[in-house]
């Protein structure tokens, strides 16, 4: 069964402290890694697809990069504002019986950020 | 302007109650599913349908019955509901037209939070 294990469960940072957040996962067929953005009360937000081993993606303070087992979400000079949740989850394109394949998400990380 | 519109936002309940939680998206997608986020924030896929076609179909109580009248419009009936059902049930659509080779991520609601009394 595909695994998705984030860590930590937590991190508090100060504004401008350079972090990473880690994504491990286990996965009989890997057909892109996403990364989302969760802020309390509402819904998942689309950060970043990566789909092979060495790539990486940005986004302002953000950037994605993954490797064979893992992934980082690296977050430099956070600011308050990108305090959230932010999960992680891998596309099986051989699991749930049909060649849709789905998601399976980790249980998130929760960033908090101090001014 | 919103993407995927779920309704009703909460729902407080009786257990033993039925239910039903309707959701849209006007992004033009193909395929739509439903999770289920429990209190420690795991996301859990439930069904998804790809034109009206249900194709994927977890673990999931017989209580728990989706409908898909359209591409547009995914609904989850849920009937005698439990204690254990309430959690946060998002709704989300992606675009999948080459039969799951594409790789489009999937778009959320904001999800409807369900409390059972």
């Known amino acids: 069964e595909d695994q998705v294990t984030q860590s930590p469960e937590a991190l508090r940072l100060q504004e401008g402290e350079s972090s990473s957040l880690n994504c491990s996962y286990t996965v009989s067929g890997l057909r892109g890694l996403f990364w989302y953005r969760q802020d309390p009360g509402k819904g998942p937000e689309f950060l970043f697809t990566?789909?092979?081993a060495g790539e990486e993606k940005e986004k302002e303070r953000l950037k994605a990069t993954l490797t064979k087992k893992e992934s980082f979400l690296h977050i430099t000079a956070p600011k308050p504002e990108d305090s959230a949740t932010y999960l992680c989850?891998?596309?099986?394109?051989?699991?749930?019986?049909?060649?849709?394949?789905?998601?399976?998400f980790g249980q998130g990380t929760i960033l908090t950020v101090h001014p | 302007d919103t993407a995927v519109s779920q309704t009703p936002k909460y729902l407080v309940t009786q257990m033993g109650n039925d239910k039903s939680i309707k959701c849209e998206q006007n992004?033009?997608?193909?395929?739509m599913y439903w999770y289920k986020q429990d209190s420690k924030k795991f996301l859990k896929i439930m069904f998804s349908?790809?034109?009206?076609?249900?194709?994927i179909n977890e673990t999931v109580p017989n209580r728990f019955s989706p409908k898909s009248p359209d591409k547009a419009h995914l609904n989850l009936h849920i009937n005698s509901l439990e204690l254990g059902d309430s959690a946060v049930y998002f709704c989300?659509?992606?675009?999948?037209?080459?039969?799951?080779?594409?790789?489009?991520?999937?778009?959320f609601g904001d999800g409807t939070r369900l409390s059972i009394l």
């Open positions: 989300a659509s992606s675009q999948d037209t080459t039969g799951g080779r594409s790789n489009q991520p999937q778009h």
């Open positions: 990566l789909y092979s």
């Open positions: 349908y790809n034109n009206k076609e249900l194709i």
């Open positions: 992004l033009g997608h193909d395929t």
């Open positions: 989850a891998v596309r099986n394109p051989n699991a749930g019986g049909t060649s849709y394949g789905k998601l399976t």
